[in-house]
């Protein structure tokens, strides 16, 4: 089956700091990947979809100058969290849409912990 | 409007028993319905899906989901269960309009 990575799977940054986190599809392309947020114990947060090469869609209440979301190739995503807080500290998880109608690929996630 | 309802939280299971998720949606479409199955600290597997063919979905690792259009329900199921099938659970719908609707989760343990 498809395959999605995301680099790095684990990350530890001070506040004030930006961390970039890349999301790949390895064997296909992908138009839409989507980045999504959990929090501990609770299900996945849909963050923002992201097109390939035009700006990301961002859900109500996620701030897109702080989650900078690039989409520049059919087989690369970031996502940039901006001056990271303590409470950005999270597990993120991105995806990538198959062929399949509204089928998605995910990544195997990274867990960001600002100190 | 469409919405994902998983209606337990957490179940808890015999190893050796049959599991139950259970899961149910709404929606004026003809929906996809998929179910995901996360282990701690890891990514979301797909473990089948529902698109409009067979109403009885076969996955991977024994499970398997029937499409209740009267019943609006697609429920996970599994003859018995496996210390390793302990994860969490999600079951989405992809809405109309090409956006994912997730279920809140279902934690499964597996008791020896």
């Known amino acids: 089956g498809a395959v999605v990575s995301q680099h790095p799977s684990r990350v530890i940054c001070k506040s004030g700091t930006s961390v970039k986190i890349e999301c790949r599809s390895l064997?296909?392309?992908?138009?839409?990947m989507f980045w999504y947020r959990q929090f501990p114990k609770q299900s996945l947060m849909l963050m923002a979809t992201?097109?390939?090469?035009?700006?990301?869609?961002?859900e109500q209440g996620v701030e897109k100058d702080k989650f900078l979301i690039n989409h520049a190739s059919l087989t690369l995503s970031t996502l940039t969290v901006t001056s990271a807080h303590p409470e950005d500290s999270s597990f993120y998880i991105c995806?990538?849409?198959?062929?399949?109608?509204?089928?998605?690929?995910f990544g195997p996630g990274t867990r960001l912990t600002v100190t | 409007a469409q919405s994902v309802t998983q209606l337990d939280s957490h179940v808890s299971v015999s190893e050796g028993t049959p599991v139950l998720l259970r899961c149910n949606y709404s929606?004026?479409?003809?929906?996809?319905l998929f179910w995901y199955v996360q282990h701690p600290n890891k990514g979301l597997q797909l473990l089948l899906k529902?698109?409009?063919?067979?109403?009885l979905v076969k996955g991977i690792n024994g499970f398997e989901a029937e499409f209740k259009k009267s019943e609006t329900s697609f429920h996970l199921t599994k003859p018995s269960a496996h210390m390793s099938d302990a994860a969490e659970y999600f079951c989405?719908?992809?809405?109309?309009?090409?956006?994912?609707?997730f279920g809140k989760g279902t934690k499964l343990s597996v008791k020896p």
């Open positions: 995806s990538a849409m198959g062929t399949g109608i509204h089928e998605q690929y």
């Open positions: 064997d296909f392309q992908a138009t839409t």
């Open positions: 992201s097109n390939e090469g035009s700006k990301a869609t961002y």
């Open positions: 929606s004026s479409y003809s929906p996809s």
């Open positions: 529902y698109t409009s063919a067979a109403t």
């Open positions: 989405y719908l992809g809405g109309s309009q090409g956006n994912l609707i």
